[in-house]
Structure formats: C-alpha cells, structure tokens
C-alpha cells in the first residue's frame, strides 16, 4: 500500500502550504504517519510525527526546525494526514514524504517502514 502525499508547489517566504497524505487499503488511524523531507543535495531529515489514533491521546512530534511554524494533524473520515506549514522559509525547499515508520510509535529515528509513496515537491522562492 501506498501512501500519497500532495499540496506541494511554489509559495513565497512567508507563505503558507498544506500537505496532504491520503491512502487507500490503509486506516491511517492505526498507524503512526511521519512527514519526511529532503532537499536537494541533502539526505532526508524527518520533520513530524503524529501517533496513531487508538490511544487515549494523540500525540505530535516535530523537529526543532518545524516547532512553532508546522502542525501535524489527522482527519480519521478522509482518512488523511495533514502538515500544515505557515512563515515558510526557502530552506523548507523540498521533497516532502509521508510514511509509516519502522516502529509503532513516533520513537526512534524517522524514516520509511512498511508503507510509504511519491513524495510533493515544496519550493519556497521570491
């Protein structure tokens, strides 16, 4: 199963973006859903992570550099993980992925487990 992520495209500095990430064959909800990035000449960095939706609290992660402008967020009847990014800066320029990670839960390091797909490009340019 693929995960498809969209809402990618150009935006100014300080603009706002809302990545999308949708599957089909998959309850998002069971899953904790990560959203990598890598830009160009760099290796791919994670930059938040959302648990999955059984327990009592939902809990939401990011790195340093997304605290503040990023937020991760879930919508179980589309069954879509979302990434809002507000006041964004042209190092956020991009690849953005989402995914489920190795483990089931946001610990560890972020990278891509069993399910993830064709990343949205992001490009933060005047």
């Known amino acids: 199963v693929q995960l498809q992520a969209s809402g990618g495209g150009l935006v100014q500095p300080g603009g706002s973006l809302r990545l999308s990430c949708a599957a089909s064959?998959?309850?998002?909800?069971?899953?904790?859903i990560v959203w990598l990035r890598q830009a160009p000449g760099k290796e791919r960095e994670g930059v938040s992570c959302?648990?999955?939706?059984?327990?009592?609290?939902?809990?939401?992660y990011y790195k340093e550099f997304a605290k503040g402008r990023f937020t991760i967020s879930r919508d179980s009847a589309r069954n879509t993980v979302y990434l809002q990014m507000n006041r964004l800066k042209p190092e956020d320029t991009a690849i953005y992925y989402c995914?489920?990670?190795?483990?089931?839960?946001?610990?560890?390091?972020?990278?891509?487990?069993?399910?993830w797909g064709q990343g949205t490009l992001v490009t933060v340019s005047s």
């Open positions: 995914a489920t990670p190795p483990r089931s839960d946001c610990g560890g390091t972020w990278s891509f487990g069993d399910h």
């Open positions: 064959g998959l309850t998002l909800d069971n899953y904790p």
């Open positions: 959302i648990s999955p939706s059984g327990g009592l609290q939902i809990y939401k």
